[in-house]
């Protein structure tokens, strides 16, 4: 055995403890570090070829092996925006330079731009949530934005859809049709009205007045109008046309809307949306008329703030006049194999040949776990099982430098051989 071969391999084999030891001081000192994910030494071995009358050792290397797929303890915080996963997936975050990275790191406060950022400085990323749940691109970044706050102080928004639900009485007399409400004349009649307030499109406040008026035994018409636009004193003529004209009909069997009857309305707001009124909910029986419900979606410019994200990664606003609606859902991102995702600085990860390619998908779908707000994931270090892999390590270097040690010996012997 060359005694070079002895005191390489015995110093490859402090050099891989030391490292062994540099990855327990690591775990260690990120024992209190949200989402951080415990590494551990693996070794391999390298063999030399023998010779023909001597053995040839080899040597060791360590490498790190951070164990991303544990999970860590969940601690609630109340704190709406720190997040946690429970279970498989990792957010997405973007740093600076506009790199997007895998993290479980989710303890997030709104800077001073009003981005959502976590305590190394990366912002959370997620898919504008426009009514509909968002088309994510799942082996890709694209539609990712980052999600900020600061349009949340003051927003606005249009009414579009809404619920009346009246009984109209059977029992009255028919308007005569030179003096239906639709035909906006100063003599116009009706059997009964109402008024609605809904949104427009900065919020302004537009009250619609919606008449009744019988045409025939279980025939209806319902004519909205702009109530800005009534005649001094309010009513007829209104200076502009009806918004909207309508027949409802009604089965006299039950005083329920008729089959061919419409059960929407759809009523196109000045200076709004179209506005999809349902009146599925109207009857006609034998009392007076009744406002049974009367309800419009939209808000007045009001202050808005995060109220909730949901286990499915829908993040709620709630406004002043106690409305709320969703406004950014936020993904999870995995890999055929987190383990072996290259770690970053910040305690963000990126995807490489070994790990495989990112996949998309939302917060309690297929493949990822859901999403905990007000709660934190704990690292997941054990500091019982870093100290006694740190007295193991200890004791192996020791053990590798007393054959260096001999090595050494045996060399100064060798040295100094007289003839």
Request: aromatic residues 8%; negative net charge; proline residues 5%.
């Amino acid at each position: 055995m060359s005694l070079y071969g002895l005191m390489r391999t015995s110093t490859s084999g402090m050099a891989a403890q030391a490292s062994r030891i540099s990855i327990v001081a690591e775990n260690v000192a990120n024992a209190n570090t949200v989402g951080y994910k415990g590494a551990r030494a693996e070794f391999q071995s390298f063999f030399i070829g023998d010779g023909i009358n001597n053995y040839n050792s080899g040597t060791v290397s360590a490498e790190a092996h951070r164990l991303v797929e544990s999970q860590g303890g969940l601690t609630g915080t109340g704190n709406v925006t720190d997040l946690a996963i429970d279970g498989e997936g990792m957010m997405l975050v973007q740093d600076p330079n506009g790199g997007i990275f895998l993290t479980r790191s989710g303890s997030f406060t709104e800077d001073e731009s009003g981005n959502l950022v976590n305590t190394a400085g990366f912002v959370l990323m997620g898919y504008p949530y426009n009514g509909t749940t968002p088309v994510v691109v799942a082996n890709g970044f694209a539609g990712l934005v980052p999600i900020n706050v600061s349009s949340l102080q003051l927003l606005a928004e249009p009414s579009t859809t809404g619920n009346l639900a009246a009984n109209l009485p059977s029992g009255a007399t028919a308007i005569p049709a030179a003096n239906l409400p639709s035909t906006n004349s100063a003599t116009a009649q009706y059997t009964a009205k109402t008024s609605l307030v809904v949104f427009g499109n900065l919020g302004e406040e537009i009250t619609l007045d919606v008449y009744y008026s019988m045409t025939a035994s279980g025939t209806w018409e319902a004519t909205t109008y702009n109530a800005a636009d009534a005649a001094a004193g309010g009513g007829f003529p209104y200076t502009s046309g009806p918004l909207s004209t309508d027949t409802l009909t009604f089965d006299p069997a039950n005083g329920q809307l008729a089959g061919g009857s419409p059960t929407s309305i759809t009523i196109p707001v000045p200076g709004g949306q179209n506005f999809n009124l349902d009146v599925s909910g109207m009857t006609q029986l034998a009392t007076s008329f009744t406002i049974l419900d009367a309800t419009a979606n939209g808000n007045a410019a009001s202050v808005a703030e995060i109220v909730e994200i949901s286990d499915e990664g829908l993040l709620f606003v709630a406004f002043a006049n106690g409305s709320r609606r969703p406004l950014y859902q936020i993904p999870l991102a995995t890999v055929p194999s987190p383990d072996r995702l290259s770690g970053l600085s910040g305690n963000v990860y990126s995807a490489n040949s070994k790990s495989g390619n990112v996949r998309i998908g939302f917060p309690n779908s297929a493949g990822f776990g859901g999403m905990r707000s007000g709660t934190l994931e704990q690292s997941t270090t054990d500091i019982a099982t870093e100290f006694t892999e740190m007295i193991d390590a200890q004791r192996t270097y020791t053990a590798n430098s007393k054959v260096f040690q001999t090595g050494a010996e045996l060399m100064d012997v060798l040295v100094n051989l007289k003839r």
